[in-house]
């Protein structure tokens, strides 16, 4: 794996941390999404059809480190939409580094060469390229042909800076093993400092719904994949062996969702970055009055394909936690590629799914027009009485 020894070593003193103070759930790694807006229309995206008045608003540097701070987590993901849109970026990645927090900014790299002067390279902070493929793969994968070239000049210009670089890929049904595993010595040989990957998650509202993957087939190209790299030891991963493990059907394992709370121009998101179905207004209400035990591959009908790492890592780093010698058997020998898969999580009683989102969005979107309205009536107010005065002073 090429976790950095700085973070591993962070992670792992939290973690232990949280097990003396018997806390059953606590976070690993806060997902910020300071915006919704993006520069692409990817058909995979369930983020990118909101009405302007949300895709125009933001979360402040403040309320960013405030986030990062009330969570507590030791990791900060910052992705969107496209954040490097946000004008606030830079400030706020330098004060949380300053802070010592992990700092990862999720990228499609568009605009990573006329931005990259406002970042400093620190064993803190890492560029995450999104980068779903070859050339071919990830350019329909976004909807728009030339992206990967303008990414992969991106990782270059990174790396000739000191940047530390990953990238992250997601697939979908699509997928060839052969292209993958081709596509990871292509990246590999980029010089890049790790690689994420994950099943891509059936968003409810994407425009593209053919090509999601079950976990049945997950497994099945993982598995693919991984044979054709030495159980994946020929590729240096960003991810924990046993969530690599996991991908191949090795392991069985609930998600965590409370190990990636996300919070997002709406509040904390409930349950998790992949499903929102309601916010909370702070982050200790969102551990504590979320009814966690109703959601989860088992529980809930849109979990039953998730094997997503924003739910899965922080499970697969746990366990590592407590049981270090399967991580290291992995590490060492590699994913098992061959022999039975583990057996997976029974669906027979999960909950339908509720189709709530859109409600939640205009519940949300009269919030903030009603706020709106607030604000415009209170700066109206203070102009009328700032005439009053003048006219005072004049008579």
């Not at 998600?255 to 997002?264: K, Y």
Request: glycine content about 6%; charged content about 25%; overall charge positive.
């Amino acid at each position: 794996m090429s976790i950095p020894l700085r973070q591993a070593a962070a992670v792992g003193t939290y973690i232990v941390r949280q097990h003396l103070a018997r806390r059953k759930r606590y976070p690993l790694v806060l997902m910020l999404e300071p915006l919704f807006r993006c520069n692409l229309a990817c058909a995979g995206c369930g983020k990118i059809d909101y009405p302007d008045e949300i895709l125009n608003r933001r979360l402040s540097k403040d309320e960013m480190i405030g986030a990062a701070e009330e969570c507590g987590a030791p990791v900060v993901v910052i992705a969107g939409g496209e954040p490097l849109i946000h004008k606030e970026l830079p400030e706020t990645v330098r004060e949380l580094v300053r802070r010592k927090k992990t700092t990862i900014v999720c990228t499609n790299a568009i605009l990573m060469e006329k931005k990259i002067a406002d970042y400093e390279p620190s064993p803190y902070f890492t560029w995450s390229v999104h980068l779903d493929g070859d050339r071919q793969m990830h350019d329909a994968s976004v909807c728009r042909e030339g992206i990967y070239d303008k990414a992969v000049a991106a990782i270059r210009l990174a790396k000739e800076k000191g940047f530390r670089v990953t990238i992250n890929a997601t697939f979908f049904n699509n997928a060839e093993p052969e292209k993958v595993a081709n596509f990871f010595d292509e990246v590999t040989a980029l010089g890049l400092d790790g690689i994420t990957v994950s099943p891509g998650y059936a968003y409810e509202r994407a425009p593209d719904q053919q090509h999601f993957l079950n976990r049945s087939k997950t497994k099945e190209i993982f598995r693919e994949v991984f044979r054709r790299g030495e159980g994946g030891k020929r590729w240096k991963f960003n991810q924990s062996s046993l969530f690599l493990d996991f991908l191949a059907g090795n392991q069985t394992y609930h998600c965590t969702p409370w190990g990636n709370p996300t919070r997002t121009v709406f509040g904390w998101q409930r349950p998790c970055y992949l499903l929102g179905e309601g916010y909370a207004k702070t982050f200790k209400e969102l551990m504590e009055e979320t009814d966690w035990d109703s959601y989860g591959t088992g529980n809930y009908e849109k979990c039953a394909d998730c094997m997503v790492h924003s739910g899965f890592e922080a499970s697969a780093v746990e366990d590592a936690v407590r049981r270090p010698w399967k991580a290291m058997r992995v590490a060492m020998k590699g994913v098992r590629t061959e022999g039975p898969m583990a057996p997976d999580i029974p669906l027979a009683n999960q909950r339908p799914a509720q189709y709530v989102f859109a409600q939640n969005v205009q519940m949300k979107l009269s919030e903030m027009r009603a706020q709106n309205e607030a604000n415009a009536a209170k700066v109206s107010d203070k102009k009328a009485k700032a005439r009053a005065e003048q006219a005072a002073n004049a008579a």
